[in-house]
């Protein structure tokens, strides 16, 4: 039914709304008829009621009061580079005048979810003044252009030109004052995810390989926050091993348990008689645990008889392995276990779920594409951010996840979340494999990657927080993650500050890299470090230093020295008091394998050569 005036359309649709929130068995079957004829409009129409004068004014009156200025639309636009002219729609969300914005140095830059269709940054604004009353701080919410006028990747582009400019400009473009390039965390929830995810991968890929030859690289963001991100356009039946494992990972399993058990429940419900395995079993058949075989003995094993002597035949099976292949034993012929079971995705286990469905999102996705595109699903990482290289993964910012368990879109967070985890330790190990990193030092997965499962709870729960008030705890928790993130990047950038300034004002430091260094790091278990020490002959021939401190360039942290110490011998330093002669490590880490392997080369060689720091001969 058609109804042309716009008050009667909205009266009508509170309406009904409030029937059908009584009437339940009337709304199912009214909901499966129009999710079975999806249209945009269909869409748009339920997702934007919450902007309605209405239900809009209903929820300013529940809403607590957070700010005291409403928030500013404004346009960004697009840098010099960009392929498109036309400026880029935002809405800004501060708690002060515009001018207090030339004090401020840090930016959060959301992207809305809504589908790929539907929503601007209206239809989030509890988050929005939830995160800009917390935090103190401009939050930048882009209204995108929405498929399927604007089809992939038109909306990918347009984050990425809003965050080009926010550097290039150095945050002039929103009011600050452009003194220093902002700091910024970039927030998307559902399919504001995928594309706040997308535009990280596009910086990383473009760093890497420039667009254009006179392009500038850009910095990445300091921290990525998804909630319930929409990750991977190719909606499939079955996990693969490789999805099981990163789920199954001994160091996630506890927090992943609801989701493995749903998992199993997706077949054990079909034969209830079936009895269900222990925990125990589960660890069996992870694929890096091979099922113990019966035919061997274990020193455990005291009341079996002790073993005899091999036989000729045995031996001849020992030094011929082949022979012991091709030969055939009642224990081979056992049948095995499988290494994984048969797992549904939780978009098929959430199959009935009233907040995202198969058929949604199989619309969204044919929306986003548009009718003329073909992309490849299986390789195409800006599509679908799950899949990208480990090589741009290792690079990504800290990022933080909150999703519910009952999401039809938990197995993306959980995976996603699992392959920046493989891929940050990966990293650290081959660096400390290279030695820019100290053998003591442990892989802290927090300062790499944070997950939150909401049990219970379905996807798109910020929405709702007026009748879901704990959701104001989960927006208050990303608020205390931005927090963490920009104190943590702060304290390493002060640090570092301080440590250069150290550098150039002391006449000390500016005479050290002058002396020649020829003793050879390879004997430490830690990475070549470059002594900071200075000394001055007295006229008893003792030499004494010119700085209690000592400094570490690659944790920027200083740490002072207790007590004075003197040099004895070359390259060893020693501590007065009751351990006169303890060796006390002042050392510099370098930063990359370059100046690992240089280091190292001209310490060996440059004393046997006669050449100083400058490159020039020594009398």
Request: charged share 25%.
């Amino acid at each position: 039914m058609k109804i042309r005036r716009k008050w009667l359309r909205d009266m009508a649709s509170i309406v009904f709304t409030i029937y059908y929130l009584i009437a339940a068995e009337q709304a199912d079957e009214k909901v499966r008829k129009v999710r079975g004829l999806l249209t945009v409009d269909h869409l748009r129409v339920s997702w934007h009621k919450s902007t309605t004068p209405y239900l809009s004014f209903f929820t300013r009156a529940m809403r607590p009061k957070l700010t005291r200025y409403p928030p500013r639309a404004i346009r960004i636009p697009r840098p010099a580079s960009s392929s498109y002219k036309d400026p880029i729609n935002a809405w800004l969300y501060f708690d002060g005048p515009l001018s207090a914005l030339k004090n401020h140095t840090k930016v959060v830059l959301d992207v809305p979810g809504g589908g790929f269709v539907a929503m601007n940054p209206r239809h989030h604004e509890d988050k929005l003044l939830g995160w800009a009353a917390r935090l103190e701080l401009p939050v930048l919410s882009l209204d995108y252009r929405k498929a399927p006028e604007y089809p992939y990747p038109y909306a990918l582009n347009e984050c990425f030109d809003v965050y080009q400019t926010l550097i290039a400009s150095q945050g002039r473009c929103i009011g600050l004052s452009g003194a220093t390039v902002p700091r910024i965390i970039v927030t998307g929830d559902s399919a504001g995810g995928n594309i706040a995810t997308g535009m990280i991968l596009s910086i990383l890929e473009n760093n890497d390989n420039p667009r254009h030859t006179d392009q500038e690289t850009l910095p990445p963001p300091e921290g990525l926050i998804l909630i319930y991100p929409n990750l991977d356009m190719n909606i499939g039946n079955w996990m693969s091993d490789e999805q099981m494992a990163l789920i199954q990972d001994r160091r996630t399993r506890k927090r992943n348990k609801n989701i493995l058990r749903r998992k199993s429940e997706d077949y054990y419900k079909l034969t209830p008689d079936t009895p269900h395995p222990s925990d125990d079993e589960d660890k069996t058949l992870s694929p890096t645990v091979a099922p113990r075989d019966s035919s061997i003995i274990t020193a455990d094993d005291k009341s079996l008889p002790p073993l005899k002597p091999p036989t000729d035949a045995e031996l001849d099976l020992i030094a011929h392995p082949n022979l012991a292949n091709q030969s055939t034993t009642l224990a081979s012929s056992k049948p095995k276990l499988l290494k994984t079971r048969l797992a549904m995705s939780s978009m098929i286990s959430y199959f009935n779920d009233r907040i995202l469905t198969p058929e949604m999102m199989r619309a969204m996705i044919i929306l986003y594409v548009g009718p003329h595109a073909r992309p490849d699903f299986s390789t195409d990482y800006l599509l679908s951010p799950l899949l990208a290289p480990e090589s741009l993964l290792s690079k990504f910012p800290k990022t933080c996840f909150l999703t519910g368990e009952r999401d039809p879109l938990v197995d993306d967070t959980v995976i996603f979340a699992g392959r920046l985890r493989q891929a940050k330790h990966n990293l650290f190990v081959q660096r400390k494999e290279l030695g820019l990193l100290k053998s003591k030092d442990t892989f802290n997965e927090k300062e790499h990657v944070e997950v939150t499962l909401i049990p219970g709870i379905s996807h798109g729960f910020l929405q709702f927080v007026s009748v879901f008030p704990e959701g104001w705890n989960h927006i208050f928790r990303c608020a205390r993650w931005m927090d963490e993130i920009f104190e943590q990047r702060e304290g390493r950038a002060n640090t570092s500050e301080n440590m250069n300034e150290r550098m150039v004002g002391d006449p000390y430091h500016q005479r050290h890299h002058r002396r020649i260094s020829t003793e050879s790091s390879c004997d430490e278990d830690h990475p070549l470090e470059m002594s900071t020490m200075s000394t001055a002959r007295t006229h008893d021939g003792v030499s004494h230093e010119h700085q209690n401190e000592e400094v570490n360039y690659f944790t920027h942290k200083r740490r002072p020295g207790p007590q004075r110490a003197m040099r004895s011998g070359r390259g060893k330093i020693t501590k007065g008091g009751e351990n006169g002669h303890q060796r006390k490590n002042s050392m510099v880490s370098l930063a990359s394998e370059e100046d690992l392997l240089g280091r190292r080369m001209k310490g060996l060689a440059g004393g046997l050569m006669g050449m100083s720091h400058e490159g020039t001969d020594t009398p």
